[in-house]
Protein backbone atom coordinates (compact mmCIF):
# COMPACT_ATOMS: atom_id res chain seq x y z
CA UNK A 1 0.00 0.00 0.00
CA UNK A 2 2.93 2.17 1.26
CA UNK A 3 4.60 1.74 -2.67
CA UNK A 4 1.14 1.99 -4.57
CA UNK A 5 0.38 5.47 -2.26
CA UNK A 6 4.38 6.75 -3.08
CA UNK A 7 3.56 5.98 -6.79
CA UNK A 8 0.49 7.87 -7.00
CA UNK A 9 2.33 11.33 -5.50
CA UNK A 10 4.78 10.85 -7.83
CA UNK A 11 2.42 10.71 -10.73
CA UNK A 12 0.36 13.74 -9.31
CA UNK A 13 3.70 16.16 -8.83
CA UNK A 14 5.22 15.45 -12.39
CA UNK A 15 1.40 16.11 -13.51
CA UNK A 16 1.54 19.35 -11.05
CA UNK A 17 4.98 20.46 -12.83
CA UNK A 18 3.71 19.45 -16.02
CA UNK A 19 0.76 22.14 -15.82
CA UNK A 20 2.65 24.54 -14.08
CA UNK A 21 5.40 24.77 -16.79
CA UNK A 22 3.12 24.45 -19.52
CA UNK A 23 0.98 27.62 -17.83
CA UNK A 24 3.74 29.63 -17.96
CA UNK A 25 4.72 28.17 -21.89
CA UNK A 26 6.03 31.16 -23.95
CA UNK A 27 4.12 31.86 -27.33
CA UNK A 28 7.24 30.56 -30.26
CA UNK A 29 9.06 34.29 -30.74
CA UNK A 30 10.43 36.31 -27.85
CA UNK A 31 10.27 39.54 -30.76
CA UNK A 32 7.29 41.18 -29.32
CA UNK A 33 8.79 40.83 -25.21
CA UNK A 34 12.25 41.64 -26.27
CA UNK A 35 10.47 45.29 -28.38
CA UNK A 36 8.27 45.31 -25.13
CA UNK A 37 10.77 45.58 -22.38
CA UNK A 38 13.02 47.91 -24.92
CA UNK A 39 9.89 50.37 -25.29
CA UNK A 40 8.08 49.99 -22.14
CA UNK A 41 10.12 49.09 -19.21
CA UNK A 42 12.82 51.47 -17.74
CA UNK A 43 16.11 49.66 -16.40
CA UNK A 44 14.98 49.98 -12.80
CA UNK A 45 11.96 48.06 -13.38
CA UNK A 46 9.37 50.94 -14.19
CA UNK A 47 6.25 50.25 -16.50
CA UNK A 48 6.03 53.45 -18.67
CA UNK A 49 2.39 54.26 -20.31
CA UNK A 50 3.24 55.72 -23.66
CA UNK A 51 -0.28 56.91 -24.23
CA UNK A 52 -0.95 58.37 -20.74
CA UNK A 53 1.83 60.88 -19.90
CA UNK A 54 4.47 58.37 -19.07
CA UNK A 55 2.83 57.25 -15.96
CA UNK A 56 3.09 53.76 -14.48
CA UNK A 57 0.07 51.93 -12.82
CA UNK A 58 0.21 48.85 -10.57
CA UNK A 59 -1.97 47.35 -13.64
CA UNK A 60 0.79 47.40 -15.96
CA UNK A 61 3.57 46.23 -13.62
CA UNK A 62 1.00 42.93 -13.19
CA UNK A 63 0.54 42.58 -16.78
CA UNK A 64 4.96 42.96 -17.64
CA UNK A 65 5.07 40.80 -14.39
CA UNK A 66 3.14 37.77 -16.18
CA UNK A 67 4.53 38.39 -19.68
CA UNK A 68 8.19 37.55 -17.72
CA UNK A 69 6.93 34.80 -16.06
CA UNK A 70 5.45 33.08 -20.00
CA UNK A 71 9.06 33.93 -21.26
CA UNK A 72 11.11 32.43 -18.88
CA UNK A 73 12.85 36.08 -17.52
CA UNK A 74 13.69 35.64 -14.20
CA UNK A 75 15.92 39.02 -14.37
CA UNK A 76 13.56 41.43 -15.74
CA UNK A 77 10.89 39.90 -13.18
CA UNK A 78 13.16 40.38 -10.13
CA UNK A 79 13.09 44.19 -11.32
CA UNK A 80 9.73 44.55 -12.08
CA UNK A 81 8.50 43.04 -8.69
CA UNK A 82 11.65 45.22 -6.63
CA UNK A 83 10.24 48.77 -7.95
CA UNK A 84 6.67 47.63 -7.72
CA UNK A 85 7.44 46.42 -4.19
CA UNK A 86 9.32 49.63 -3.40
CA UNK A 87 7.33 52.27 -5.22
CA UNK A 88 3.85 51.21 -4.98
CA UNK A 89 3.35 49.11 -2.01
CA UNK A 90 0.74 50.76 0.96
CA UNK A 91 2.13 50.84 4.36
CA UNK A 92 -0.99 50.01 6.15
CA UNK A 93 -2.20 46.42 3.67
CA UNK A 94 -0.27 44.34 1.78
CA UNK A 95 -1.43 45.95 -1.72
CA UNK A 96 -0.32 48.70 -3.94
CA UNK A 97 -1.25 52.65 -4.98
CA UNK A 98 -2.53 51.98 -8.33
CA UNK A 99 -0.62 55.17 -10.33
CA UNK A 100 2.63 56.42 -10.19
CA UNK A 101 3.29 59.97 -11.57
CA UNK A 102 7.32 60.57 -12.69
CA UNK A 103 6.59 64.45 -12.78
CA UNK A 104 6.59 66.50 -9.04
CA UNK A 105 7.13 65.76 -5.89
CA UNK A 106 4.61 63.87 -5.14
CA UNK A 107 5.00 60.62 -7.14
CA UNK A 108 1.87 58.81 -5.83
CA UNK A 109 -0.36 61.24 -5.09
CA UNK A 110 -3.53 58.52 -4.77
CA UNK A 111 -3.30 55.63 -2.10
CA UNK A 112 -6.30 53.73 -3.27
CA UNK A 113 -5.21 50.37 -5.01
CA UNK A 114 -6.53 48.89 -8.19
CA UNK A 115 -8.16 45.49 -7.70
CA UNK A 116 -6.63 44.50 -11.69
CA UNK A 117 -3.01 45.20 -10.46
CA UNK A 118 -3.56 43.33 -7.03
CA UNK A 119 -4.31 40.45 -8.41
CA UNK A 120 -1.91 40.26 -11.65
CA UNK A 121 1.00 41.07 -9.34
CA UNK A 122 -0.49 38.40 -7.18
CA UNK A 123 -0.74 35.98 -9.90
CA UNK A 124 2.62 36.98 -11.58
CA UNK A 125 4.06 36.62 -8.03
CA UNK A 126 2.29 32.77 -7.46
CA UNK A 127 3.37 31.91 -11.38
CA UNK A 128 7.06 32.91 -10.91
CA UNK A 129 7.61 31.50 -7.39
CA UNK A 130 6.71 28.14 -9.05
CA UNK A 131 8.41 28.33 -11.55
CA UNK A 132 11.57 29.54 -10.52
CA UNK A 133 11.22 27.63 -7.35
CA UNK A 134 11.48 31.13 -5.19
CA UNK A 135 9.45 30.93 -1.67
CA UNK A 136 9.83 34.29 -1.53
CA UNK A 137 7.68 35.25 -4.60
CA UNK A 138 4.85 32.14 -3.48
CA UNK A 139 4.81 34.26 -0.04
CA UNK A 140 4.15 37.84 -1.34
CA UNK A 141 1.91 36.48 -3.67
CA UNK A 142 -0.13 34.36 -0.36
CA UNK A 143 0.19 37.86 1.68
CA UNK A 144 -1.59 39.81 -1.26
CA UNK A 145 -4.58 37.36 -1.98
CA UNK A 146 -5.57 37.23 2.02
CA UNK A 147 -5.27 41.06 1.68
CA UNK A 148 -7.34 41.52 -1.11
CA UNK A 149 -10.08 38.95 1.12
CA UNK A 150 -9.71 41.28 3.66
CA UNK A 151 -10.41 45.04 2.37
CA UNK A 152 -11.96 44.36 -1.11
CA UNK A 153 -14.81 41.93 -0.49
CA UNK A 154 -17.87 43.14 -0.59
CA UNK A 155 -21.56 41.26 -0.25
CA UNK A 156 -24.71 42.57 -1.84
CA UNK A 157 -27.18 40.55 -1.80
CA UNK A 158 -26.68 37.08 -3.25
CA UNK A 159 -23.91 38.57 -4.87
CA UNK A 160 -20.02 38.83 -3.34
CA UNK A 161 -17.93 40.22 -5.48
CA UNK A 162 -14.27 42.02 -5.38
CA UNK A 163 -14.67 45.56 -5.55
CA UNK A 164 -12.52 47.65 -7.84
CA UNK A 165 -10.54 50.03 -4.79
CA UNK A 166 -10.35 50.21 -1.14
CA UNK A 167 -12.54 53.56 -1.17
CA UNK A 168 -14.96 54.98 -3.64
CA UNK A 169 -16.37 51.89 -4.68
CA UNK A 170 -18.55 50.80 -2.15
CA UNK A 171 -21.74 52.85 -0.86
CA UNK A 172 -24.71 52.50 0.99
CA UNK A 173 -27.14 51.33 -1.79
CA UNK A 174 -25.02 49.59 -3.48
CA UNK A 175 -21.34 49.19 -5.44
CA UNK A 176 -19.01 49.77 -8.56
CA UNK A 177 -18.23 46.44 -10.47
CA UNK A 178 -15.74 46.42 -13.08
CA UNK A 179 -15.87 43.27 -15.02
CA UNK A 180 -12.55 43.42 -16.87
CA UNK A 181 -11.01 42.92 -13.44
CA UNK A 182 -12.37 39.55 -12.87
CA UNK A 183 -9.16 38.12 -14.23
CA UNK A 184 -10.04 34.74 -14.36
CA UNK A 185 -7.25 32.64 -15.32
CA UNK A 186 -5.71 34.47 -12.27
CA UNK A 187 -9.11 33.63 -10.15
CA UNK A 188 -8.56 29.45 -11.34
CA UNK A 189 -5.16 29.74 -9.88
CA UNK A 190 -5.89 31.21 -6.70
CA UNK A 191 -8.94 28.66 -6.07
CA UNK A 192 -6.99 25.77 -7.19
CA UNK A 193 -3.49 26.87 -4.68
CA UNK A 194 -6.20 27.03 -1.63
CA UNK A 195 -9.28 24.90 -2.42
CA UNK A 196 -10.84 25.09 0.98
CA UNK A 197 -10.44 29.40 1.32
CA UNK A 198 -13.10 32.01 -0.03
CA UNK A 199 -11.08 32.10 -3.55
CA UNK A 200 -13.40 29.11 -5.23
CA UNK A 201 -16.20 31.18 -3.77
CA UNK A 202 -15.26 34.26 -5.52
CA UNK A 203 -14.25 32.83 -8.24
CA UNK A 204 -17.65 31.66 -9.00
CA UNK A 205 -19.31 34.73 -8.02
CA UNK A 206 -17.24 36.68 -10.35
CA UNK A 207 -17.91 33.85 -13.45
CA UNK A 208 -21.51 34.28 -12.92
CA UNK A 209 -21.30 38.84 -12.38
CA UNK A 210 -19.34 38.39 -15.91
CA UNK A 211 -22.64 36.17 -17.39
CA UNK A 212 -25.40 38.82 -15.98
CA UNK A 213 -23.73 41.65 -16.78
CA UNK A 214 -24.43 42.05 -20.59
CA UNK A 215 -26.82 45.12 -21.60
CA UNK A 216 -28.36 46.12 -24.57
CA UNK A 217 -29.69 45.18 -27.44
CA UNK A 218 -26.64 43.24 -28.17
CA UNK A 219 -26.33 42.09 -25.13
CA UNK A 220 -22.39 43.31 -24.38
CA UNK A 221 -20.37 43.37 -20.98
CA UNK A 222 -19.25 47.21 -20.39
CA UNK A 223 -16.74 48.62 -18.75
CA UNK A 224 -18.35 49.61 -15.05
CA UNK A 225 -21.30 48.03 -14.12
CA UNK A 226 -23.44 49.51 -10.69
CA UNK A 227 -24.56 46.43 -8.39
CA UNK A 228 -27.48 46.93 -6.09
CA UNK A 229 -27.74 46.69 -2.62
CA UNK A 230 -30.28 43.40 -3.44
CA UNK A 231 -27.40 42.23 -6.64
CA UNK A 232 -29.50 43.72 -8.97
CA UNK A 233 -26.59 44.82 -12.44
CA UNK A 234 -26.87 48.00 -14.21
CA UNK A 235 -24.93 50.02 -16.22
CA UNK A 236 -23.26 52.43 -14.33
CA UNK A 237 -25.34 55.99 -14.12
CA UNK A 238 -21.54 57.60 -13.81
CA UNK A 239 -19.39 56.48 -16.97
CA UNK A 240 -20.57 55.91 -20.37
CA UNK A 241 -22.22 51.86 -20.76
CA UNK A 242 -19.54 51.04 -23.15
CA UNK A 243 -18.11 47.77 -24.06
CA UNK A 244 -14.84 49.32 -24.46
CA UNK A 245 -11.38 49.50 -23.67
CA UNK A 246 -11.57 48.08 -20.33
CA UNK A 247 -14.49 45.72 -21.22
CA UNK A 248 -12.63 44.16 -24.03
CA UNK A 249 -10.54 42.91 -21.44
CA UNK A 250 -13.53 40.11 -20.27
CA UNK A 251 -12.85 38.24 -23.37
CA UNK A 252 -9.21 37.57 -23.09
CA UNK A 253 -9.38 36.59 -19.25
CA UNK A 254 -12.51 34.34 -20.10
CA UNK A 255 -10.86 32.84 -23.34
CA UNK A 256 -7.19 32.28 -21.26
CA UNK A 257 -8.83 30.62 -18.55
CA UNK A 258 -10.29 27.79 -20.89
CA UNK A 259 -13.79 29.27 -21.42
CA UNK A 260 -13.81 30.81 -25.14
CA UNK A 261 -16.72 28.62 -25.33
CA UNK A 262 -18.93 30.10 -22.79
CA UNK A 263 -22.26 31.10 -23.52
CA UNK A 264 -21.22 34.79 -22.14
CA UNK A 265 -19.21 35.40 -25.24
CA UNK A 266 -21.49 34.59 -27.70
CA UNK A 267 -23.12 38.28 -28.31
CA UNK A 268 -19.19 39.35 -28.30
CA UNK A 269 -18.50 37.32 -31.22
CA UNK A 270 -21.64 38.03 -33.12
CA UNK A 271 -20.41 41.59 -32.46
CA UNK A 272 -16.98 41.64 -33.75
CA UNK A 273 -17.90 38.46 -36.98
CA UNK A 274 -20.47 41.53 -38.02
CA UNK A 275 -17.26 43.50 -39.08
CA UNK A 276 -15.40 40.49 -40.01
CA UNK A 277 -18.37 39.41 -42.89
CA UNK A 278 -18.35 43.00 -43.58
CA UNK A 279 -14.85 43.34 -44.42
CA UNK A 280 -14.52 46.08 -42.04
CA UNK A 281 -12.23 46.86 -39.30
CA UNK A 282 -14.26 46.80 -35.78
CA UNK A 283 -14.55 50.33 -33.78
CA UNK A 284 -12.74 50.85 -30.46
CA UNK A 285 -16.02 50.77 -28.22
CA UNK A 286 -20.01 51.26 -29.06
CA UNK A 287 -22.78 52.42 -26.43
CA UNK A 288 -24.63 49.80 -25.64
CA UNK A 289 -27.53 52.00 -24.81
CA UNK A 290 -27.62 54.26 -28.00
CA UNK A 291 -25.24 52.06 -30.31
CA UNK A 292 -22.70 54.86 -31.17
CA UNK A 293 -19.44 53.44 -32.10
CA UNK A 294 -16.05 55.00 -31.89
CA UNK A 295 -15.13 57.37 -35.07
CA UNK A 296 -11.76 54.94 -35.21
CA UNK A 297 -10.93 51.47 -35.16
CA UNK A 298 -9.84 49.29 -32.51
CA UNK A 299 -6.49 49.15 -32.14
CA UNK A 300 -4.05 45.87 -33.25
CA UNK A 301 -4.45 44.79 -29.09
CA UNK A 302 -8.09 44.92 -29.02
CA UNK A 303 -8.20 42.87 -32.36
CA UNK A 304 -5.95 40.69 -31.30
CA UNK A 305 -8.89 39.56 -28.56
CA UNK A 306 -11.08 39.36 -31.44
CA UNK A 307 -8.79 36.57 -33.13
CA UNK A 308 -8.30 34.66 -30.20
CA UNK A 309 -11.76 34.64 -29.14
CA UNK A 310 -13.34 34.05 -32.96
CA UNK A 311 -10.40 31.50 -34.17
CA UNK A 312 -8.82 30.46 -30.80
CA UNK A 313 -5.46 32.22 -31.93
CA UNK A 314 -3.47 35.26 -31.79
CA UNK A 315 -2.25 37.50 -34.31
CA UNK A 316 1.28 37.24 -35.19
CA UNK A 317 1.51 41.00 -35.36
CA UNK A 318 4.46 43.62 -34.53
CA UNK A 319 3.70 45.57 -31.71
CA UNK A 320 6.38 48.29 -33.24
CA UNK A 321 4.23 50.82 -33.84
CA UNK A 322 1.71 50.51 -30.93
CA UNK A 323 1.40 52.07 -27.73
CA UNK A 324 1.41 50.41 -24.41
CA UNK A 325 -1.86 49.36 -23.69
CA UNK A 326 -2.01 48.03 -26.77
CA UNK A 327 0.84 46.59 -27.09
CA UNK A 328 0.05 44.94 -23.48
CA UNK A 329 -3.01 43.17 -25.22
CA UNK A 330 -1.24 41.62 -27.72
CA UNK A 331 1.50 39.97 -25.84
CA UNK A 332 -0.88 38.99 -23.30
CA UNK A 333 -2.91 37.43 -26.14
CA UNK A 334 -0.44 35.70 -27.62
CA UNK A 335 0.62 34.23 -24.34
CA UNK A 336 -2.82 33.37 -23.28
CA UNK A 337 -3.12 31.67 -26.80
CA UNK A 338 0.11 29.44 -26.63
CA UNK A 339 -1.11 28.33 -22.91
CA UNK A 340 -4.28 27.46 -24.11
CA UNK A 341 -3.25 25.03 -26.77
CA UNK A 342 -0.94 23.82 -23.89
CA UNK A 343 -3.43 23.22 -21.65
CA UNK A 344 -4.50 19.55 -20.95
CA UNK A 345 -7.46 18.89 -22.43
CA UNK A 346 -8.75 17.66 -18.55
CA UNK A 347 -7.96 21.04 -17.32
CA UNK A 348 -9.95 22.96 -19.42
CA UNK A 349 -12.63 24.93 -17.97
CA UNK A 350 -16.71 24.60 -18.77
Not at 223 to 229: I, K, N, Q, T, Y
Request: with cysteine; hydrophobic share 40%; charged share 25%.
Amino acid sequence: MASRRSALLLIAALTFQAVTMSACAAPSSPRNWTAYKSRFVQPEGRVVDTGNGNVSHSEGQGFAMVMATAYDDPDTFKKLWSWTDRTLSRSDTRLFRWRYVPTGDLHTPDPNNALDGDLLIAWALLRGGERWRRPEYVQASAEIRKAILAKLLVRQGDRTLLAPGMEGFVQADGMVFNPSYAIMPALDAFATREPRSPWPGVRDQALRALRDARFGTMDLPVDWVRVDSAGAMWTDPDRPPRFGFDAVRVPLYLCWSGRCGDATLDPVKRWWSSFRAAGKPAPAWIDVRTGEVAPFAASVGMASVADLVLTGRSASASIDNEDYYSSSLLILTQIAAQERRERPATARKP
